[in-house]
């Protein structure tokens, strides 16, 4: 529900289960546990994070194609189609610094950031896959000589233009999980890589050198870089 003050709900719940005993302060939550059961839930986690990122991006779900209206005009999809975005926005209330508790908002930093990992992945797989579909144009392209247009012209030239059309799709459909990865970035890090708490901004350094080596693409830039610099000099 959009209506509702999420970082409010979640330092309610975060209250309640302390009250039971069920969360406990310092670093005796799961991600501070250093204990190979613990260790595993950590790797679990971020492989579970990426499973559901490719399994949305095969099926549409993490840039869904645009439908079109009534009158034939190409519409945005609606937020229900995109359930990676419901967990983008539920990781980001986590990580927010509406909410208290540092268990919690160390938990919403890990699972936004390995969120961003499954989505840079997914970035790649449609950066190969645009690459693909441009080399098969460039090859039809190519391929065409004279008599070609003199026979079978028009199902060659439909063909060329379904080239192009998926070309363009896979150029789209890269560009908007690059958006979405930034956006993700963008509502998260500057806050968190001068929490307070020092696992968090070590969590914050380590991912942000991680990212910076699998997508130079989108953070070895300036932007990126600076956050580097200040960490290390922290």
């Not at 937020?79 to 539920?90: Q, T, Y």
């Not at 961003?116 to 392209?141: F, I, P, V, Y």
Request: proline share 5%; with cysteine.
């Amino acid at each position: 529900d959009s209506t509702l003050d999420t970082p409010a709900v979640l330092e309610q719940l975060v209250q309640a289960a302390s009250a039971e005993g069920a969360l406990i302060g310092g670093k005796h939550y799961p991600l501070m546990r250093s204990t190979p059961e613990f260790r595993r839930l950590r790797a679990r986690t971020a492989d579970f994070l990426e499973l559901l990122v490719a399994q949305a991006m095969a099926r549409e779900l993490l840039v869904p194609p645009p439908a079109a209206d009534a009158g034939g005009a190409p519409r945005e999809p609606d937020g229900a189609a995109a359930p990676v975005r419901w967990l983008l926005d539920a990781f980001v209330a986590m990580a927010s610094n509406a909410v208290r508790a540092r268990a919690l908002r160390h938990t919403g930093t890990f699972l936004a950031f390995r969120l961003c990992d499954g989505l840079l992945r997914a970035h790649a797989a449609a950066g190969k896959d645009e690459a693909d579909a441009l080399a098969q144009l460039d090859a039809r392209r190519g391929g065409g000589g004279g008599g070609g247009k003199k026979k079978g012209g028009a199902q060659s030239g439909g063909a060329l233009s379904s080239l192009e059309a998926a070309v363009a799709a896979k150029s789209a459909a890269r560009a908007s999980i690059g958006e979405l990865a930034a956006s993700l970035f963008d509502a998260t890090f500057p806050d968190r890589y001068r929490d307070t708490a020092a696992p968090i901004r070590q969590e914050c350094a380590a991912s942000l050198g991680g990212w910076i080596a699998s997508c130079p693409s989108l953070f070895l830039d300036n932007v990126h870089l600076k956050y580097l610099g200040w960490m290390l000099s922290d």
